[in-house]
C-alpha cells in the first residue's frame, strides 16, 4: 500500500504560533501513522490578497505551490486560531487563491480528506472558527472529517520546544491524525 501525502497547514503567520505548533504535532503523528506529511507555512508562500485582477496577469508562485501541492495530495491537516470567531484572512485568503481552478484542472480542494485543529490559550481553543472553515471547506470539495480538535488553553500544554506536553491533548492530536491517515489511505488507494 502506498502512503497517503498528507499536507500540513496552520492558518496563522506568526513566528511563535501555537497553530503551528499544534499542525507541526498533528504532522509528526501522522507521520508516525505512515504518512508521507509536507507542512506549508503560510508565511513561506508570499501570498498578495485574492484579486482577479492579479490572476489575471498570472497566477502568483506561492499561489501556484500551494495549489499544486494540494493537487497532489490525499489529505489535509488544517489548524487555525480563530479572529473574532472566525478563521484568520491569511487562512482564507490561501484558500482563496487555491481554490481556483484553471480551465481542465482539477480543483485542489477536490475530495481532499481534511482534519481540522484550532487553539487558542482562551477557554474554547478557537472552536468558533472550525464551523467557518468546515462550511468553506466542504463548499469547495473536501471531505471534511465529522471529528475536529479545538485546543483550549494551548499555551499550558506545550513545553520549551513546541511540542505537546499534556498527555490527553496528545493522545487527541494523533486520535485525529490517525483517523485522516487511515481515511485517506482508504480512499486514495
Known amino acids: 500500500m502506498t502512503a497517503p501525502k498528507i499536507i500540513a497547514l496552520a492558518g496563522s503567520l506568526r513566528k511563535d504560533s501555537f497553530n503551528q505548533k499544534l499542525i507541526n504535532e498533528a504532522a509528526r503523528f501522522a507521520l508516525e501513522s505512515g504518512a508521507?506529511?509536507?507542512?506549508?507555512?503560510?508565511?513561506?508562500?508570499?501570498l498578495p490578497l485574492f484579486d482577479e485582477d492579479i490572476e489575471a496577469q498570472g497566477t502568483p508562485a506561492g499561489a501556484q505551490l500551494l495549489k499544486d501541492k494540494l493537487r497532489a495530495a490525499d489529505g489535509i491537516l488544517l489548524a487555525s486560531p480563530e479572529y473574532n470567531g472566525s478563521i484568520t484572512a491569511p487562512l482564507k485568503?490561501?484558500?482563496d487563491w487555491a481554490s481556483r481552478t484553471e480551465q481542465g484542472a482539477v480543483p485542489a480542494f477536490r475530495n481532499k480528506v481534511t482534519a481540522l485543529y484550532a487553539s487558542s490559550p482562551g477557554g474554547l481553543g478557537g472552536l468558533r472558527g472550525l464551523n467557518h472553515v468546515r462550511d468553506i471547506l466542504s463548499g469547495i470539495g473536501s471531505l471534511v472529517l465529522a471529528d475536529q480538535l479545538a485546543v483550549p488553553a494551548i499555551h499550558t500544554k506545550l513545553?520549551?520546544?513546541?511540542?505537546?506536553?499534556?498527555?490527553?491533548?496528545?493522545?487527541?492530536v494523533a486520535s485525529?491524525?490517525?483517523?485522516l491517515v487511515s481515511v485517506a489511505s482508504k480512499l486514495n488507494k
Not at 509536507?38 to 508562500?45: A, R
Not at 513545553?159 to 487527541?172: F, L, M, N, V, Y
Open 36 to 46: 508521507e506529511v509536507e507542512v506549508i507555512k503560510l508565511s513561506d508562500l508570499n
Open 93 to 95: 485568503n490561501a484558500i
Open 159 to 172: 513545553d520549551e520546544q513546541g511540542r505537546i506536553s499534556d498527555a490527553d491533548t496528545a493522545d487527541k
Open 176 to 179: 485525529l491524525a490517525q483517523q
